[in-house]
């Protein structure tokens, strides 16, 4: 690995992953909550940078085109687990969550399986828009979980920060965060069906079996 400024980026991102949760290990509530979202923004903020610089300074490298990809997944997987068990397990937030996940794994299944061929389930523009969109979700449910600690000096119940509509700033910004991550789910389906398609034909078995 070249000690570049997108790698060292891309690298920082990846150890900032499961500091998120650290967060809540060392700190009390509700800065845990700011500090992990303030974590979360800055390692955001580095996804758009790191691939940005590389391309402008012609620094592309295998391990930043390992590596990004990877520091994506790890930074949103670890951070919905931790979001769905602090917003009290919400119903509303668990299945948009599940179809993420799944949704992960089931690609990084295909990645593995096709091997050499994975070069077929490149990025797409929608996939960039599905990290964009899950990301700016998170950042916004963590501010909720915030918010909601300071309102009501203790863990959000489950439904307190869920529907029905409310008009206090934790209730805002959880209906905002959970209408952001049904989008993401959408987009998360919608490129898995599409990664699925262009995989489908090295899945079927050609022996006659």
Known sequence: MRWTVPNILTLLRLIAAPAVPLMFLYFHRPFADFAALTLFILAAVTDWFDGHLARAWQQESRFGAAMDPIADKAMVVIALVVITGYSGMNPWLILPVTVILFREVFVSGLREFLGAKAGLLKVTKIA???TTAQMVAIAVLFLGTGLAYIEHGRPPRVGETGLPW???WSALATHLGLVLIWLAAV????????YFAKARPYLRDHDGA
């Open 187 to 194: 987009l998360t389906a919608v490129t898995g069906w599409d």
């Open 166 to 168: 409310s008009t206090t």
């Open 128 to 130: 960039k828009w599905k």
